[in-house]
């Protein structure tokens, strides 16, 4: 079977003086039925190429089912009278959300994955999952008082949501349904009032309404709306369920406001009205806020104010840069503030009547976080760990415990079929980029795995956004370490591993530097012995699809192949495209190609998309959702279609989910199938199978 062959049509680009043809455009009409067949066609030759890797896939799907708990129970987390939690049954694609009465005794109850005793189920993913090929959840917000549970869903992944308010007592849907909604809704104290988002056409998030139960939706009040497009809105109750706070943010600025959850038709007042460039967010706690700030604090510094005069700042945690403070969490007896410092993730702890202290961990790489913690009166942090070695792990901080029995595990998730984290090593390395920058690597292989260049590699990366991709622990991937794969993560710039500097330096006008990174830590792994570059794999997802991409026009020569999972490939045609989803907002990350030539000229340099030429390339996947509202099938589409044409010796494969959205399939086992195609073309390609 030979590949598709898409259509060629002069669609002329002209931009600053610069006219270009772009002869796949067309590919942007969902509604062509050439389109459709196109992506249809591409489908068909992938099912047909990957036909002899079915059985490895099947076995791999196996591994993955084989060495998973699949009736299992989340560590129930406590909130007013009840303990809620989330299962899942064997069989099922989605999760089972439950609660049981909470009785004296602090300590959370526990199962061996079944239901607990007195278990009310609030909402049944599998249920309201019947007849649909997709499904999630935009919202699930238990109200005050905990009768009533705001919840919305989607059913085709374009992330249009429907909002619905149940009554548990009654196991009943309200009347009240409101259509095309955002992710997120807020409660008022007395549980009478929900807020809510809307999208405008370029699919951000700009109005906050006010709903009261039991009224018309065009009854509904519009509490703010937010004109300037580069900024999105979001709104939710506070812990101390004292205020509703609604939060605009753009890449590099943000504003916000409060209003008394007992008062919910007052106006927004401002905390502190929004300055170019100053971003900060805010955490009510008693008489005063909590307001996390980068202020003249390139990594960020905790000030209070007091409620009265929320503009007014003091500092609390002064910065300290190579700190970077990345949340605070606020509760009746102490302050978390989250944070990451030399490439690590950390908690911090203020009492409010002792001294401040970290909370420590044993091994060299890890990544911990806040956990769900909804009670403001709790005297136990709930926070989960994990490293590339340490499967999910839930603990409790304990305050009010002995000194040596404070950290209590709670639960690490079971990994069956004989899993031994004695059989792995993970690594920490350091590639040198082309201007003198350290990069760190985090790496897992097996014990003993030779440092001769012999073993296959993926290497994984994002870099964008100040996103973090910090060690973490998956199932899947053992099905490639098993077989021998070191499996490594470029802590590349662009991303915050190393505080905000780091991401700076991987944004607008110095971009590059997130691809040459990730050039440097292939090349380090290969002149270390790690692999080489016939049995490396580069791997990445969204705007980690347009840095694999761009590596893959830049340096061919370091890569076997290429993952790109629904890759933000034609990054310069949609950032000249204000009407396409998020355009607008990513500017400050970016820049403006549309006013500044020269951003357009950076840009135009190594958007991938734009740089397809006539050269070797390593054999590339690529993967795309019809339904996709983030980054547009279109863009891995007219990707391979331009390299078929421009490198045709090539190696090239294209899969889209006509069902589903950026994140892919969305039920569990269907996720675990996609993973396997992945892991089943990765080994065959580098001959591990």
Known sequence: MKPPVAKRAA????????????????????????????LEAENAYTEQRTAAQKALQETVFAEIKRRTQETDLSVPVRKGGYWYYTRQEEGKQYGIQCRVPAADDPTPPQSDGGPLPGEEILLDGNQLAEGHEFFQLGAFDVAPGGRLLAYSTD???????????????????????????????????????????????????????????GTDRADDALVLEEADERFWLGAELSRSEEYLVIEAHSKVTSEAWLIPAT??????????????????????????????????????????????????????????????????????????VSLRRNGLTGLRVLPKDGEPFDIAFPEPIYTVGLGDNPDYLTRAIRLGYASLVTPDSVFDYLLDAPADEHLVLR?????????????????????????????????ICLAGTPRDGSAPCVLYGYGSYETSMDPWFSIPRLSLVDRGVV????????????????????????????????????????????????????????????????????APELFAGIVAQVPFVDALNTILRPDLPLTVTEWEEWGNPLESPEVYAYMKSYSPYENVRA???????????????????????????????????????????????????????????????????????????
């Open 11 to 38: 669609h002329i680009r002209r931009h600053h003086d610069d006219e270009v043809i772009d002869e796949y455009a067309w590919l942007l009409d969902k509604e062509d039925p050439d389109t459709v067949a196109y």
């Open 155 to 213: 059913f085709t992944g374009d992330e249009r949501f429907t909002l619905r308010v149940k009554d548990l007592a009654t196991g009943a849907d309200l009347p009240d349904v409101i259509d095309d909604v955002f992710y997120g809704a807020a409660w008022s104290a007395d549980a009478g009032t929900l807020l809510y988002l809307t999208v405008d056409e370029a699919w951000r998030p700009n109005r906050v309404w006010r709903h009261r139960l």
């Open 263 to 336: 008062d919910p038709a007052a106006a927004p007042r401002t905390v502190r009205a929004r300055r170019q460039g100053v971003e900060y967010t805010v955490e009510p706690d008693g008489d005063r806020l909590l307001v996390l700030h980068n202020d003249g604090a390139e990594d960020f510094e905790l000030a209070t104010a007091p409620v009265g005069a929320p503009a007014e700042w003091t500092p609390l945690i002064a910065h300290h840069r190579g700190v970077r403070l990345e949340a605070v969490d606020a509760f009746a007896t102490h302050v978390v």
């Open 411 to 443: 639960k690490r998730k079971p990994v069956l079929d004989g899993f031994d984290p004695e059989r792995y090593e993970q690594h920490r390395e350091w590639a040198v980029a082309d201007d003198g920058t350290r990069v760190p690597i985090s790496l």
């Open 487 to 554: 499996f490594a993560v470029a802590h590349i710039r662009g991303g915050g591993e190393l505080g905000r500097r780091w991401y700076e330096e991987g944004k607008l006008t110095a971009k590059k530097n997130t691809f040459t990174d990730f050039a440097a830590a292939a090349r380090h792994l290969q002149k270390s012995g790690w692999t080489s570059p016939d049995r490396t794999v580069a791997r990445g997802g969204s705007a980690g699809g347009l840095l694999v991409g761009a590596v893959a026009n830049l």
């Open 615 to 689: 050269q070797r390339y390593p054999a590339i996947l690529a993967m795309g959702g019809l339904n996709d509202t983030r980054v547009l099938y279109h863009e891995p589409a007219k990707w391979i279609a331009r390299l078929r044409a421009t490198a045709p010796d090539g190696d090239y494969l294209l899969k889209t989910e006509m069902g589903a959205g950026h994140g892919g399939p969305s039920g569990r086992y269907d996720a675990w199938k996609e993973e396997a195609f992945v892991v089943a073309w990765i080994l065959t390609l580098v001959g591990s199978r």
